[in-house]
């Protein structure tokens, strides 16, 4: 339910040229976690998935800017990826969006 609602109020999830750019963020272990981002205007996802069955650490070369909350417990992104780096447990995923 938490994820459909962001897909119908958050532009950045929109289709086609309604929606926002994507960009493909780099991890540090980008073979084994997918990160990309969406955003347009004001609006803005950041997810990020470990695909594998082992704990990895994520460091971003770069923040990505703005204030992000966690979708499923509306948690700052700053305090999961603190100085851009974390730990993210096997097949653990993040969905963050733009305040």
Known sequence: ??????????QALWNGSFGGDFKRLSTGADDKVYA????????????????SDEKQTVKFEKMPEGSYR???????MEDVFGAGEAELAPFEYHVFYKQ
């Not at 339910?1 to 958050?10: A, P, S, V, Y």
């Not at 990309?36 to 695909?51: A, Y």
């Not at 979708?71 to 700052?76: I, L, P, S, T």
């Open 1 to 10: 339910t938490k994820l459909l609602t962001l897909n119908r109020n958050n």
């Open 36 to 51: 990309f981002e969406r955003t347009i205007e004001e609006s803005g996802i950041v997810t990020l998935v470990n695909l």
């Open 70 to 76: 966690c979708v499923f417990d509306n948690v700052a």
